[in-house]
């Protein structure tokens, strides 16, 4: 099977960086994405990495580094609207043929001015 | 596109009561699944289908049946409601399984209620 884990939460100045880290394990690694939902919304797709390195979308990068079983999301000049629960998922092998996508169980973070 | 829709936003139940959430995509998307959402739990996923036809379990099938006869529809179905089914469930679809196309798209949710 797969696990995540990732911080439950996190505070940061508007304006500023904040990381969020995700480790992994899993067998037959197959990307790992990122999400994010609002309170009471339903999440929705950021960022994807497929291979090692940094993917860069606006304000927001995700990193990955396979033989570290290691990722990020880095989000930059945070604003007010960015204080949500991130999410980052792994597709990987569960067994009897199938590829399961799973979740950890999320990052709030929480932006202050 | 309307996208993922849910039917319906809302549901209270009784113990051992049946029901069936609707969900429906108009995006051609082959994969389907379905997830509950749990505070501090994250999403864990329930059931998914590759195409129509194809079904199987996720980490937590228990007390849960899916189908999916066509390629828009994957409707799940409460057999007996318990109140350890109480959650957020959500719908999401992709256009295939693996890879940037593995991009989940989630319907708004149905918020159900055991009692």
């Known amino acids: 099977g797969q696990s995540l884990e990732q911080p439950s939460e996190v505070t940061a100045v508007e304006g500023a960086i904040v990381q969020i880290n995700c480790t992994y394990q899993?067998?037959?690694?197959?990307?790992l994405s990122w999400y994010q939902q609002h309170d009471g919304g339903a999440p929705t797709f950021l960022s994807y990495?497929?291979?090692?390195g940094l993917e860069e979308t606006g304000r927001f990068s995700s990193f990955l580094s396979r033989s570290d079983s290691y990722g990020y999301l880095l989000l930059q000049e945070l604003q007010m609207k960015d204080s949500a629960s991130y999410f980052c998922?792994?597709?990987?092998?569960?067994?009897?043929?199938?590829?399961?996508?799973?979740f950890g169980k999320g990052t709030k973070l929480s932006v202050i001015p | 596109n309307a996208g993922v829709t849910q039917t319906p936003k809302f549901q209270v139940l009784k113990t051992g009561q049946s029901m069936t959430l609707q969900c429906a995509q108009d995006m051609n998307h082959e994969y389907m699944s379905w997830y509950r959402q749990d505070p501090g739990m994250g999403l864990r996923l329930i059931h998914y289908s590759v195409g129509a036809g194809i079904t199987d379990q996720g980490e937590v099938p228990n007390g849960y049946n899916v189908s999916r006869s066509t390629t828009e529809d994957f409707p799940l179905r409460l057999l007996s409601a318990a109140p350890s089914q109480t959650s957020v469930y959500f719908c999401?679809?992709?256009?295939?399984?693996?890879?940037?196309?593995?991009?989940?798209?989630f319907g708004p949710g149905t918020r159900l209620t055991v009692l």
């Open positions: 990495n497929g291979l090692d």
């Open positions: 999401a679809s992709s256009y295939r399984s693996g890879g940037r196309s593995d991009t989940q798209y």
């Open positions: 899993t067998s037959g690694f197959y990307g």
């Open positions: 998922a792994v597709r990987g092998y569960s067994g009897a043929g199938s590829y399961q996508l799973t």
